[in-house]
């Protein structure tokens, strides 16, 4: 297979993989399906949010046992395998929420946040693995139809609720996953072993030899705890913006129309923000992407805690939409992380132990939001002081990492 048979062919799975990760990008969608849920069946509306804490923590599991299941069904059942537990979740909760609230915990909660983190944690290992000179433009690209999935998708949805019924919208939605995953498991291979000298790849002078690499053990390198801090904080306030932007201009005095204009606006910048942090990456590297996305974060929470001391709308905006892109410029730099400091080897072992850190960056928020009883201001001023805690982690990331001369 010569350079130009692979670029064909790896744009073809990169395209594919980007349009699966709208289908499981709608697992950010629950906002839509939790208040009508609510409704319909007379739960309270506390009890249902607890659907996503659960579905982010199966994410992780999924995503921790999508290695495993790699490795022992192949690429083509591991996808298969997830977009049998993405029907049965969508269809289950259809079928069985009226049985209880119990059924939205298993069928949205544990069988969605499973098949999400599986096809996630699948998609990014194999695809990536064709691009060793891109690694950052492929993983930004998939997130980007990560990021844009509750947006598109879960437009279409909501509209669907509103005319067909929430049942029938679940209906949809599980039709629609179990065809584009099956679609993906048909299509998607291994990369070859030597792509990189098929494709003629030169490594870069501040990356350590594969061979270096491989040797390696995450957990007993200085370098992952450090990153793994970074990683939580960062998304820790991204977590915290998503999750109150539309409270927090009310809040602030801004116009609901506005208020949910800003809400539409964030997963857009969201997606755009993972894409050019991974061409970022693949030009000037990892510590370099690291430093810059801790000094955004650091900034844009400085701009929105001072926007609520001052009252200052177009402060807060500003700040909420700059926020974002150091929140979406995790995904792709974790899978860089991975692949660079761990090597290619074990990167679908090694990915979602890192991709973790989403489960620590919600619960670092939630400790976060209950210290400061809910205060936006305090919130963000405690933030704001964790971001410089990032740039200080970044830094000392860079220092552990350079390399040494000989």
């Known amino acids: ?52 804490t659960i579905c982010m923590m199966s994410f992780c599991v999924g995503g921790l046992i999508g ?29 069985l929420a009226p049985q209880g609230i119990w059924a939205l915990y298993l069928c949205y909660g544990i069988l969605i946040g499973c098949g ?26 998939m997130f980007m139809g990560f990021g844009l999935g509750s947006l598109t998708l879960g437009t279409v949805a909501n509209a669907l609720i509103s005319t067909a019924g929430l049942g029938s919208a679940l209906v949809v939605v599980a039709v629609t996953a179990g065809i584009v995953m099956t679609a993906l498991a048909l299509l998607l291979r291994r990369a070859p ?36 801090l970074w990683a939580t904080i960062l998304l820790g306030a991204g977590v915290l913006v998503i999750g109150t932007s539309k409270l927090g201009a009310l809040e602030i005095g801004i116009d ?7 809400v539409g606006i964030i997963p857009i910048v969201n997606g755009a923000a993972g894409l050019s942090m991974g061409v970022i990456y693949d030009r ?14 650091f900034v844009s929470c400085t701009m929105i805690a001072c926007s609520f001391w001052f009252g200052t709308g177009a402060l807060y905006v500003a700040g909420c939409l700059i926020l974002v892109t150091s929140y979406g410029s995790v995904a792709p730099l974790a899978t860089a992380f991975a692949r660079e400091r761990y090597g290619a080897k074990r990167f679908a072992h090694n990915l979602p132990i890192v991709n973790t850190d989403i489960a620590s960056g919600s619960a670092f928020q939630q400790a976060i939001v209950s210290a400061s009883a809910a205060s936006s201001p305090v919130a963000y001023t405690a933030m704001a002081a964790s971001g410089a805690v990032t740039l200080l982690i970044s830094c000392a990331f860079a220092r552990l990492t350079k390399p040494r001369k000989a």
């Open 1 to 52: 297979m010569n350079a130009q048979a692979i670029n064909r062919k790896r744009y073809v799975y990169l395209f594919a993989s980007a349009t699966s990760f709208l289908v499981l990008g709608l697992v950010y969608a629950w906002s839509l399906f939790a208040t009508p849920m609510a409704t319909i069946y007379g739960w309270e509306l506390s009890a249902v949010k607890v659907t996503f």
């Open 67 to 95: 290695a495993q299941v790699l490795r022992r069904l192949g690429v083509r059942g591991a996808v298969l395998l997830s977009a049998c537990l993405l029907v049965c979740g969508f269809a289950g909760t259809a079928a």
């Open 116 to 141: 999400t983190g599986l096809g996630y944690n699948v998609a990014i290992a194999t695809v990536t693995l064709w691009f060793p000179d891109k690694t950052g433009f492929a993983s930004g690209v």
């Open 193 to 228: 072993d030597d792509i990189s000298e098929l494709l003629g790849v030169e490594k870069k002078a501040q990356t350590t030899s594969d061979e270096a690499a491989e040797k390696r053990r995450l957990f007993r390198d200085p370098a992952f705890y450090g990153y793994y």
């Open 256 to 262: 609901e129309a506005f208020a949910t204009t800003l």
């Open 284 to 297: 000037m590297g990892m510590r370099f992407s690291m430093i810059l996305a801790a000094a955004v974060s």
